[in-house]
């Protein structure tokens, strides 16, 4: 099929492989980096794009830039939109309910989103919604297997205000542990220090859903401990307490688990390797890759617009 593949230019965390991985499933797939600009003039930017000719359009653009242009996106065929932050939706913070909002104006396009409590919360408003979760970078992450001089660690931001929970756990956490708090450039340097730790401490309250470090972790061979997203989400995703990972609802089990780990050396490597394991089977950007090839290419719902002059029906193009 013939995809027109829209992501953006300058991202902090590095998605190549994944973007790689789904244009390999889709076959004939056009990839194009948006720089800001651009993803701010969408109008503009398509005015060089026969759009019709292809089978599927994706964008994996900023939310914030998409909703401004909801009038335009409208006119965009066989439109598949990617989102990785549609948690927002559903907690504190300038974009609750705005995802919902926007989608009303595309009920026909597909959104593939990297939680499934919000997918399935989307699905009962109405939306085609698809779950396919986040994952990691197989190429450049990986276990080390050194030594690790970083008992409890964290890294990443937690000066931004939708994080404010996150930074507040960390700081509680902090008060009684020895924990390492910290921010690196992606690569080799992120690489590395993810290898210097041994527990890595996820702390997204209230998410609904496993950010990427997580499964970067994992893969990097620490032993996650994450505040709990959810029986749901820990089911499809194959996270079993302490057994492939440690989960905690308050900083109080996060405490009395940490203490019985520090007495058993060896559930701390077994669960680690576990955890390992199960990212490096099913979480690689490879093979995410795919899964959202595989929902790209499933036949979309029909386009109607009503206008004026009756109901207009648009037929989305359907591939086998």
């Given at each position: ?8 230019k300058?991202?902090r ?5 994944f ?16 720089s800001?600009?651009e993803?701010d003039?969408l ?6 794009i ?27 065929p ?17 974009y609750?309910g ?16 990297s939680?499934?409590e ?9 939306f ?12 450049q992450?990986k ?33 009684t ?5 910290a ?15 041994k527990?890595?401490?996820?702390a ?25 997203q959810?029986?749901s ?10 057994e492939n990972v ?15 780990l ?21 979480y690689?950007?490879?093979?995410l890759?795919?899964?959202v ?11 109607v617009?009503?206008?004026f ?5 648009y037929?989305?193009?359907e591939?086998?």
């Amino acid at each position: 099929m013939k995809t027109l593949f829209l992501v953006q230019k300058d991202q902090r965390v590095i998605l190549d492989r994944f973007y790689d991985s789904i244009c390999r499933h889709l076959g004939d797939c056009e990839l194009r980096h948006l720089s800001s600009s651009e993803q701010d003039d969408l109008r503009g930017y398509f005015r060089t794009i026969d759009a019709g000719s292809y089978d599927r359009i994706i964008f994996f653009l900023r939310f914030k830039k998409e909703i401004k242009q909801a009038r335009f996106i409208r006119s965009l065929p066989n439109l598949v939109i990617l989102e990785h932050d549609a948690y927002q939706n559903y907690i504190e913070g300038k974009y609750r309910g705005k995802f919902s909002e926007h989608y009303r104006q595309l009920p026909w396009a597909r959104i593939i989103n990297s939680g499934y409590e919000v997918s399935e919360k989307l699905k009962a408003e109405g939306f085609d919604s698809v779950f396919v979760p986040k994952g990691y970078d197989q190429a450049q992450l990986k276990n080390l297997n050194q030594d690790r001089d970083i008992e409890l660690g964290f890294l990443g931001s937690i000066e931004h205000k939708t994080y404010r929970k996150r930074k507040e756990l960390l700081q509680a956490l902090s008060e009684t542990e020895s924990l390492v708090v910290a921010r690196t450039n992606s690569g080799d340097e992120y690489l590395a220090m993810l290898n210097r730790i041994k527990m890595f401490v996820g702390a997204d309250i209230g998410f609904g859903e496993y950010m990427i470090k997580n499964f970067e972790a994992m893969a990097c061979g620490c032993l996650l401990l994450t505040w709990n997203q959810g029986d749901s989400e820990n089911r499809v995703l194959g996270f079993k307490d302490m057994e492939n990972v440690v989960l905690f609802n308050s900083l109080k089990e996060l405490r009395e688990k940490l203490n019985k780990l520090r007495g058993n050396p060896a559930r701390i490597e077994s669960i680690a390797a576990n955890g390992q394991k199960l990212v490096e089977s099913h979480y690689s950007w490879e093979a995410l890759g795919a899964k959202v090839a595989e929902a790209t290419k499933l036949p979309l719902r029909e386009k109607v617009i009503k206008s004026f002059f009756g109901i207009k029906r648009y037929s989305s193009v359907e591939v086998s």
